[in-house]
């Protein structure tokens, strides 16, 4: 069952083999964006909850504040997905925080002690980025984008602050294995939380930001520094001034 191969192509069987019936995932070989092709789908009603988007190879893919993100053919995990949660609306902050718990949890079986998260959702081996998540809300629910760089090399990678699965000596390359495995997790961990749950502390433990002197920045306005000390139920971050960052990226500074 699927192949160990670090760019073999994704297989809709074989992830499906892997998941439950919550999930009905589509693959594709070349998009613009898994994130804009699945927003369209549910804006014009043609999209459920559980549908997963994933492509081998996006031109226009796109982070937080903008920015853009492009991985060779194969070389990363691209993949979107949309969730009704039945929790209230002011709730739906933290759903990309537990997506990045969960992604956290499958590509750091091997090597648990290295991987952090950095609000509000990037995934970092060390100090470096090896994964991102987006999240766009809809009039019922919420789509999720994800990108983990799987098997780039030095040379493909977008910046210096990144790295990859391959480069740091993870085990664990195959993306139909990691998008079967978090889908698993992900569906459990939702249910618990759309049922009250609280996962802040465990999100709190592997956050790599606690603690530390950050910088916050958001388009249009003025950063803001500050030591990061806690975050809320809803995801938002709290720093020792009391002010609560509710959007924006952060930049650890010490």
């Given at each position: 069952?699927?192949?160990?191969?670090?760019?073999?192509?994704?297989?809709?069987?074989?992830?499906a083999?892997?998941?439950?019936?919550?999930?009905?995932?589509?693959?594709?070989?070349?998009?613009?964006?898994?994130?804009?092709?699945?927003?369209?789908?549910?804006?014009?009603?043609?999209?459920?909850?559980?549908?997963v988007?994933?492509?081998?190879?996006?031109?226009?893919?796109?982070?937080?504040?903008?920015?853009?993100?492009?991985?060779?053919?194969g070389?990363?995990?691209?993949?979107?997905?949309f969730?009704k949660?039945?929790?209230?609306?002011?709730?739906?902050?933290?759903?990309?925080?537990?997506?990045?718990?969960?992604?956290?949890?499958?590509?750091s079986?091997?090597?648990p002690?290295?991987?952090?998260?950095?609000?509000?959702?990037?995934?970092?081996?060390?100090?470096?980025?090896v994964?991102?998540?987006?999240?766009?809300?809809?009039?019922?629910?919420?789509?999720?984008?994800?990108?983990?760089?799987v098997?780039?090399?030095?040379?493909?990678?977008?910046?210096?602050?990144?790295?990859?699965?391959a480069i740091?000596?993870?085990?664990?390359l195959?993306?139909?294995?990691?998008?079967?495995?978090?889908?698993?997790?992900?569906?459990?961990n939702?249910?618990?939380?759309?049922?009250?749950?609280?996962?802040?502390?465990?999100?709190?433990?592997?956050?790599?930001?606690?603690?530390?002197?950050?910088?916050?920045?958001?388009?249009?306005?003025?950063?803001?520094?500050g030591?990061?000390?806690?975050?809320?139920?809803?995801?938002?971050?709290?720093?020792?001034?009391?002010?609560?960052?509710n959007?924006?990226?952060?930049?650890?500074?010490?």
């Amino acid at each position: 069952m699927g192949t160990s191969a670090p760019r073999a192509p994704l297989e809709t069987a074989v992830i499906a083999s892997l998941t439950s019936g919550y999930w009905r995932v589509s693959v594709v070989d070349l998009t613009t964006s898994t994130q804009i092709d699945l927003a369209e789908l549910v804006n014009s009603k043609s999209a459920k909850t559980g549908d997963v988007l994933a492509a081998e190879f996006q031109t226009a893919g796109r982070g937080r504040l903008d920015r853009t993100f492009e991985a060779a053919p194969g070389s990363a995990l691209l993949f979107s997905f949309f969730i009704k949660p039945n929790r209230v609306r002011s709730d739906w902050g933290f759903i990309t925080h537990l997506a990045a718990l969960s992604m956290r949890e499958v590509i750091s079986q091997d090597h648990p002690s290295q991987v952090w998260l950095k609000w509000p959702n990037d995934i970092l081996i060390g100090e470096k980025k090896v994964a991102g998540l987006l999240a766009q809300a809809t009039d019922d629910g919420v789509i999720i984008g994800i990108g983990v760089n799987v098997a780039m090399t030095a040379e493909e990678l977008p910046v210096d602050s990144a790295t990859s699965l391959a480069i740091t000596g993870f085990n664990k390359l195959d993306r139909n294995l990691i998008l079967g495995e978090f889908l698993n997790l992900f569906e459990i961990n939702f249910e618990a939380w759309d049922n009250g749950i609280d996962f802040v502390d465990k999100y709190s433990a592997v956050c790599a930001t606690l603690g530390r002197q950050v910088q916050v920045e958001v388009n249009g306005r003025a950063n803001r520094t500050g030591k990061a000390l806690t975050i809320n139920k809803i995801g938002a971050l709290m720093l020792d001034d009391g002010f609560e960052v509710n959007v924006g990226d952060v930049v650890h500074l010490r």
